[in-house]
């Protein structure tokens, strides 16, 4: 079985970087596309960012130059690199990848102070 575990998420200053992991056990994280969705409060879950098994990306157009999305094949990881965070980024950060059925992991909070 599949399961998500995000971690990183904190109370940072507008300008500021941050980190998300998303580690995810079982031996399908090698072949499978993994995205970042968030959900700020009062709104529903958008997608942010993508990666595929051979690493291309896409990004939704709110973060593009800002964040960067990469895996670790060996240790079964994807990250979200954010960076020049603004308010408008403080959100429940969600990971998540389809095989057969959607997994989700429980979601990180992040929070940037203007």
Known sequence: QVQLV????GLVQAGGSLRLSCAVSGSIFSTTTMDWYRQPPGKQRELVATITSFGRTNYA???????IISRDNAKNTVYLQMNSLKAEDTAVYYCHTYLFNHYWGQGTQVTVSS
């Open 61 to 67: 157009d709110s973060v593009k130059g800002r964040f």
């Open 6 to 9: 995000e971690s990183g998420g």
